[in-house]
């Protein structure tokens, strides 16, 4: 019992955050917003190059562009606790996620997500 | 100067049908208009599409439609001459090019178009 006991108090992953249940909560519908507003505009721009097509290579054009926003899309929506400081960090950086947007997280995990964000808005400005 | 002579009456592959200037002329326009009809239905089809896109997974529906038809359109459409008999045979078993389209070509070509395009029919059929 005493081992047993001493395990559940050792998180797997110790320089992880632990995300307690309404931060889960929260955490979700932020990403599932995220997600959706990007959605939103790929569908948006999709049905205004698809209505704009004269040639061949505009129809090569839109598959071109909405392989590269899916491959996009997959690489930054990665939903795992381990990943989603560095989600929110993007999504921040990228200003699809606002401050707001996070209100909802521990001081600890907006401080690595502003640092991350920051980290990224120096890496393209350089 | 013999030798040269000879030479030029020997055409490289054998087997291959020889294609004189006019038949050229009428291939390629019948080899572009088979391919503008083809490239027109599939901007048709993608613009439906993409009028119709309501959620996601209708976007990459669209994406997966577009990459499968450029693929093989890539694949059928192969202007050589050595190609081109098979090319014509494929467009006629798919209707995609009538018995009138191919009037400009000689006996010998039709002979081996037909008899491809034959081919194709009976091993879908199979």
Chains 1, 2 share one sequence.
Not at 30 to 59: C, N
Not at 115 to 126: G, N, R, V
């Amino acid at each position: 019992m005493t081992s047993s006991s001493a395990m559940e108090n050792i998180y797997p992953y110790q320089n992880e955050p632990i995300w307690s249940r309404s931060e889960k909560t929260f955490a979700r519908k932020a990403f599932d917003a995220a997600l959706g507003r990007e959605l939103h505009e790929v569908i948006q721009e999709a049905k205004k190059m698809a209505s704009q097509i004269q040639q061949s290579s505009d129809l090569w054009e839109l598959e071109h562009y909405l392989t590269e926003r899916r491959k996009q899309i997959d690489r930054t929506y990665d939903y795992r606790y381990s990943q989603l400081t560095l989600v929110f960090g993007k999504l921040l950086c990228e200003s699809r996620l606002g401050e707001e947007g996070l209100r909802g997280l521990r001081e600890n995990k907006l401080k690595s997500i502003r640092s991350y964000a920051k980290f990224l808005a120096e890496m393209d400005a350089a």
